[in-house]
């Protein structure tokens, strides 16, 4: 974690995702080997439902959510639940529901079959509120700019309507 503060949020929400009932299958403690700074092992929880914060909340530590679902309605619902929307992975064997659960999932930038390779050419940012506006790729070049048009007559007569 970047900071003392940032380390206990992330481990309260690992409290807090085990008093809700989740099960902490693996992680949640600093490792051993690393007795100073702020550390914590990648942390998995299971047996997590919806309505928990865990579920609910960006947490942006080493911790990991997994939810059943039955069908592919139930999933994407659940994925656009949030007030969040920067990022999803669909991780699938059929190409072809991929291409067809993509357009329906609201956030920025989704994988298919691996999870958070970007490319700086390429816009980033998310839906809702999360990720707000765009980054890299010239669209994160634009939001810097402010553009002007300017025309210029180099002929010392006047042209045009005004003429």
Known sequence: MVSAEHYEKVKNYIKVGVDEGATLLCGGRRPAHLPHG????PTVFINTNHNMRIMREEI???????QKFTTEEEAIMLANDS????AGGIFTSNITRAHR???QLKCGI???????PTFNEQPWGGYKQSGTGRELGMQGIEAYLETKQVNINTDSNPVGWYS
Request: proline share 8%; charged share 5%.
């Open 60 to 66: 942006f530590g080493p911790v990991v959510c997994i």
């Open 101 to 103: 659960v993509l357009p």
């Open 110 to 116: 989704l994988w298919v079959n691996y999870y958070h």
């Open 38 to 41: 702020y550390f914590l092992e």
């Open 83 to 86: 007030v969040y929307g920067l």
